[in-house]
Every structure is written in C-alpha cells, then in structure tokens.
C-alpha cells in the first residue's frame, strides 16, 4: 500500500503579549509548556494552542499560572480545532465514542523553587478541567544534588484523573491514577535513569502533551492497570572532543498489563543529534529509530530524521 505524502504549512504563532505588575498576558496563537498541555514534540511540528495565558512572578521562587484555550493545532493540522474535538478524538482512541459540548480547557498551575542550598528542589502543581468531561490534578518534585563531579537526581510525580458531569453517570467513565519516578545520575557527559510508572483502572487522558512518566517514539505510559519499568542512557561529547555536537542516547521499556501477558510490549529507542551550530548557527539534525516487539501482534521499527534551523527575524 502507497501512502500520499502531503506538506503541511500554517502559522504556529500569531498573539498580543503584555507585561504589567509582574504578569504576563499573551492572548492568541501560541506554544505551551505545561505538564499536560505542551508542544508534544514527538513529530517535526510541535502542538499550538489559541487562547489565553497568564503568568505571574511576584513571589520570589513561585510562578504562578492560568490558563483559557479553546483551540488547537496537532502536528499536520492546517487549521485549528476545538479542544473539544481533541477528547472526543482521545477517547474514541479508547472507545468512548461521545458528542460533547463545546467547552473550553481551563489550568491552573504553580512551580515553586525551594530556596534551599543543600539540595535542589523544584515543584509543580497543576489542575486542569473541562466541563462535564474531566479533572485532572499533576504533581512533580524535581530533586537534585551535587556529589563532587556526578549529579544524582529524583523525578516522583503523581497525576490523578476524574471523569466528571454527564460522562461519570455513564459507564464510560476513565477515573484512574499514574504514579511514577526517574531515578538517575549524571557523569562526565553521561545520563543516565531507571523509570518505574503504575496506571490505575482506567487510561489517561492525553491529547494534548503530557508528562508521563515513560514516553517513547512509539509508546507512552497509559493504559489501564498497565506497569512499565523503564532504563534510559545518554552520551554527549564535550566542547573539546573531535565529536563536539554529538549526542545520543539508548532508551528501553517494558509494558505489561496486569494479568494479561498478551498485552506485553517492549520498545527500544535510539536517538542521535548533531548541533552544527558550529558551522551554521541555529541548525541540528536528528535521526531516531525505535524497535517494537508485540506480545501477539506484528513486531514493528519506525524511523525518523530531522532537520532543524531556528532563526530570528
């Protein structure tokens, strides 16, 4: 079977931007950078959004966030689409086939940097609602610290999720959990992380970017009663290495469902990227490969190749 390739050209941003009393409003067409609305960057074109971002910086060490969107691009959409369509199409994914209605995702979020020397430590708490669909709340500790040459660090986050309104009556609801943790150590250009993540009973709700815990090229944490167990290990060589620019990593994970070993999936990722800033300033390029073996389904390789140039105007 020949696919048709087609392009794909839009405008990824397009806002009004202001600045008072240490808030920034910017209303219209624009990137995000949130635990579960974010440019989702599994593709060459990165998730836009259009509506209304605020965020407030009064407090030392504290970021305070909100958020109205309405719309949304994915990565080959020309035009936007509601958010609306954009659960509606997640949950049919999960076969919840529902029409609802035209409601817009409200967030609010806060980071706060704790202001203590003897180990770096950053949190984030964000909520996030549609109406009569769902709730969700995503929690993050970012801890880190610096033993000589060779930084440790602990990643726990915990996100739950309620289906809410007309969809809980049903029993189409999705109320379910992810708890999960990175654990790992940087080294003389290496990095390097175990990950461990438990789903609850029902899958999580993610059309729009997230932060679960073990995300791939192919495969993300976020089945039901699904347990995954991760490794990942990274390489890049320093300024004065004759590979200056390189850097690559391995990342393997197994994901099983409780009780249901037919549904086991094991995927490896390679990734290398080559920052040529050094001969042009602002290009890379990346090729990807990931290898995905089935329990009982066809095995399957995806390949991939980038090329990046940022530029100012």
């Known amino acids: 079977m020949v696919t048709e390739r087609q392009s794909v050209n839009r405008l990824q941003e397009y806002f009004i931007n202001g600045d008072w009393f240490d808030t920034n409003i910017r209303v219209g067409a624009q990137e995000l950078r949130t635990p579960m609305m974010n440019p989702f960057p599994l593709r060459a074109i990165p998730f836009t959004y259009r509506g209304v971002s605020v965020e407030n910086t009064s407090f030392d060490n504290l970021k305070l966030s909100a958020l109205y969107i309405t719309d949304y691009m994915g990565w080959t959409n020309e035009e936007f689409l509601s958010v609306t369509e954009g659960v509606e199409s997640e949950l049919a994914r999960n ?17 706060y940097t704790l202001p203590i ?3 770096k430590s950053k949190a984030s ?17 970012d801890l880190s610290k610096q033993f000589g040459v060779t930084e440790w660090y602990f990643k726990p986050s915990y996100l739950k999720q309620d289906s809410i309104g007309n969809l809980n009556a049903t029993d189409a609801n999705f109320n ?8 790992g150590t940087k080294w003389n250009g290496f990095d390097a992380t175990v990950k461990y993540v438990k789903t609850g009973d029902g899958f999580v709700v993610a059309p729009f970017g997230d932060e679960k815990v073990i995300i791939q ?12 167990y991760g490794a990942q290990i990274g390489y890049r060589f320093n300024e004065d290495s004759a590979l200056s620019g390189i850097s690559a990593y391995i990342n393997y994970a197994s994901y099983q469902i409780e009780g249901d070993s037919s549904q086991d999936i ?8 080559y920052d040529l800033a050094e001969y042009v300033d602002g290009l890379s390029v990346r090729a990807r490969h990931a290898i995905v073996n089935y329990a009982e389904a066809d095995d399957l390789t995806d390949t991939r190749f980038y090329v990046y140039y940022k530029f100012k105007l």
């Open 95 to 111: 076969g919840i086939v529902v029409e609802l209605d035209d409601n817009p995702m409200l967030a609010i979020g806060a980071n």
């Open 117 to 119: 020397d003897v180990i």
């Open 125 to 141: 708490l964000w909520f996030y609602t549609m109406e009569d669909v769902y709730n969700q709340y995503h929690f993050k500790l």
């Open 176 to 183: 379910t959990y992810q708890a999960g943790f990175h654990l």
């Open 217 to 228: 090229q192919v495969h993300q944490s976020a089945r039901a009663d699904e347990e995954a």
């Open 266 to 273: 094991d995927e490896t990722d390679l990734s290398v990227t």
